[in-house]
Structure formats: C-alpha cells, structure tokens
C-alpha cells in the first residue's frame, strides 16, 4: 500500500519536474503546481517529511518565479497597456481637429496626456520631439508613435488610420463637390475665431507643459533659445529642436545631469 | 496603372521629404503636381490647399484631393497611404529604437533638451499665431477665454473650438 502510494508520489513529482522544464507560461506554471501539491499531500500521507518538505521548498521557489513573471507583466502593463484603450479618441479628434495643426496639438495633449493618461508629458514631448525631426506632420506623427507605444505596429497601424479617417472621407467628399460645382467654402471668419480660439489653447497646452518640464536654469535657457530662434531668426523646426537636443547632451552631462 | 505606379511614386517622395510638417512641402508638391505630371492646373492646386486647410486632419491629406482628380478614389487612397507611409515607418523604428537605448545618458540629455525646444516652439506657436489673429475686440476675448477656461477651468478643448467656430459662423 505504501509502496504504491510513494511510487505515485515520485511519479507526480516527476512528471512536475518534466513540465517545469518546458518554456514557463502561466498553464505550465498551473500544471506544476497542481502536480506537486498532489506529490505532497501523498508523502505526508505515507508519512515521508523529508521528501514532503522537499517538495514544499520546490513548491515556495516555483511561487516566488511565478510571483517575478506576474510582477513583470504587471510593469510592462501598467505604463500603458493594462489600461482599457478606447481608440474612438483618436476618431474624435480626427473629427473634431478644425482649426489646423496646433489645434489637434492641445486637442492631443488634452486627451492622452490630461484625461486618459496615455502618456506622461513626457512622453508626449518625446512623441512630439520625433514628430519635429522626422518627416511628416507632427500631429500625425504623435499619434501613430502613440499607436506603437501602446500596441506596437499593429497599434500604430490602428491609430493613424483611426485618425486620418474622417479627413480622408470629407476630403473625397468636397473634392466630388468641387469637381461638380467648382467651389470651396468660404471660412475665412470661421478660421479668425479659430485662430483665436486656437491661441489661447496653444499658449495653455505650452504654459503646462513648460511648467512640469523645466526645472533649473539650463531647461530656461534652451526654452528662451528656442523661443527666440523660432521667432525671430525663423529657423526651421528640424534646426531648432536638433540643435536644442544638441545643448541638452552638453549641458546636462554635468553633476546631476 | 501605370498612373496609380507613378502617384504612388510622387507622393512617397513628398512624404519622405515633409520634414516639419504642414505649409513647408506645399512648393514641392505643386512643383511635382502642377509643372512636371499636369495633373491639376494652379487654380486647382490652391484649391486642395485650402480644402486640405478645412478638413480636420493635416494639410497633406491634400494628397486626398489630388489623387482623387488624378484617377478617383483608388487614387485617392493610393497618393493618401503613400504620403503617409514613410513618416509612418520611420516613426515607428524611431520609437523603436528609443525603447531600445533607454538607457543612454547622451540619448536622455539630447531627448531633455529637444523636448525642451518643442515647448519654447508650442509658445512660438502661439505668439504667431495670436499676432495674425487676435485683430479686434472680439477674437481677443476668444483668445482670453479659450485661456482662463483651460487654466483655470479644465475645460474640454473641444467645446472651445466648437464655440469659437459657431461664433465665426454667425457674426
């Protein structure tokens, strides 16, 4: 009787031992687990401590590997990916982008950085910093790196498409109009108010971010520089945020850098 | 088909030379557009510039409308997905790479410095832009609103631009 209970024991704990050595995912981690807990209750009934506790630390070992690998999913998820993503945000804006490029900025930074989170400021910046010195329009450009962030090609490939929708089919729509009647809209008030409109959320959108991303005088001086350089040297955006970063990577390497 | 081949063409080049963004490519796509394949005459052009101002996305969705002219809508599709296409993949490897080096001290100080620039421009923005369009009583008292409303008030932006845009409309 004892003979083949123990003999079951080891042939559980074996088989355990097999499964175990298979690539670890969360149902080979459940089957070794149920094995071995059955393995131990057999050597306690039989008696056997040693083995059982032997067992036991096996036991203690496999939670703590399962405890790293959830814990890991845990951090790669909580930055973005565990939260529920409603892509219909890049619909929105894609609908209600009216008032050119710097419009859909604050509209963007409004809605993945302040409401839904998506992206830290920083984030965002860095989005918008790949936006300026890759090709593209910047506003796009922030929402298919948005897009990969969250769930890599398939993400990216999700969002601009979200995004660039409804101008695409508006943009068919008044291009049949015109090839019938040959007209265009007249916007020009339209667009006075929303320039308006769009200066006090463009200057916002800066005062915010600004505040958050400057710290010490280094941050000011390449925040004035590039101020100024935009105005009134009129470089381009590629110059000024390449030679911003250019300055960041001297000045920052310092003491606390 | 030899047509879709050539649009495609084009309109990767525009997309892969669109740095900046926006206005700055405007030259290149009527050089390419308009003198060299014919496509659209300058009137036409303009207008898809201006069209391409309307819509909500950015002004290269322009290429929308010139594929459109050039042979419907599978030319509309074809000049929108290549225009697209390069800053797209390049976006991608970029954020790619950047998760990749992370741990760059040089990269981190470039990325503190370079963001840093793109809020001194977000202001620059908005500098330029107020000084074109805050011309009367009125749209300054947009401008403060839209302001003191997100400041302060967290309001959706959305709402503001809605508002702002009925007020055009009506007035």
Redesign the interface.
Known sequence: MEQSIRKQADELYKRGLLVFNQPITKETLKLVTELWQEALKLYRKIGDESKAREIGNSLISLYKKKSIRIERKEEQGSNILTKFVNWNLFFKIGCLGFGGPMAVFSLLENELVQRKKILTDKDFLEGAVLGDILPGPVTMDIVTYTGYKLKKWSGAIRSTLIFILPSFILMIILAMLYDKYKITPKIETIFECLGAAVTGLIVSVGLRLGEKEIKDYRGAGILIWAFISSLIFKFDILTVVGLAGIAGTILYIGPKG | MDILLKLFWVFLKI????????M?IIPLVENEVVMKYGWLTKREFI?AV?????????????A??IG??VYG?LG?IVS?VSV?L???V???L???A?KKFQEN??LA??????????????????????K????DF???F??????IS??KY?L???W??????I???V?
């Open positions: 997309g892969t030379f669109s740095f900046g963004g926006g700055v207008d201006t069209l391409g101002q309307i819509t909500p996305g950015p002004v290269v969705i322009s929308t409308f459109y002219k809508i509309a929108t697209i390069p800053s797209f390049m976006i991608c970029a954020t790619q950047i001290k040089l100080n470039f990325f503190r410095g370079a963001r840093i620039a793109v809020i001194g421009m977000i202001l620059q923005a908005g500098l330029s832009i107020g074109s369009s805050l011309i009125k749209t300054i947009i401008a403060g609103i839209a302001l997100l400041l967290k959706n932006p959305i503001i631009l809605l508002g702002a845009g007020v055009g409309l007035s």
